[in-house]
């Protein structure tokens, strides 16, 4: 996706809560150009759309969930739950099962919405240490 498709989306998203451009202070994206270019970038529409005192900030948290997953990457015994976590997720997503978790979820909770389980999240680039 662009800077413009993902800026727009952004201005969308925020028009139903109202939201005062002039009173948002800041912004935090990933260091990726798309999202932090100063021209072309996400955080520079986003400026030039009205959200002038939107400050960009790098988002720390993503370096963060880099060294975590390395670290987590080189523990046995951090390797082996996230390990066993993707497992069950695949195991219990198989059609057959998944059908049977949401039907027993409807017979025992027949007035609450069937909970998913989620798949662990995964970092998509590969940290350099």
């Not at 925020?14 to 990726?32: H, I, M, R, T």
């Not at 987590?72 to 390990?83: G, H, I, T, V, W």
């Amino acid at each position: 996706m662009d800077a413009g498709t993902i800026s727009e989306k952004l201005i969308e998203l925020l028009k139903p809560f109202e939201v005062d451009p002039l009173k948002c202070v800041g912004q935090g994206y990933d260091g990726a150009s798309v999202m932090s270019g100063i021209h072309g970038g996400v955080q520079a529409r986003m400026k030039g759309a009205g959200y002038r005192s939107a400050t960009y900030v790098h988002y720390a948290s993503h370096r963060l969930n880099l060294v975590l997953a390395a670290t987590a990457e080189r523990r046995p015994l951090m390797k082996s739950f996230f390990d066993i976590l993707d497992l069950t997720y695949s195991f219990m997503n198989g059609t057959k099962r998944h059908a049977v978790f949401i039907d027993v979820q409807d017979e025992r909770y027949p007035n609450v919405q069937a909970l998913e389980l989620a798949r662990s999240c995964s970092t998509r680039w590969s940290p350099v240490l």
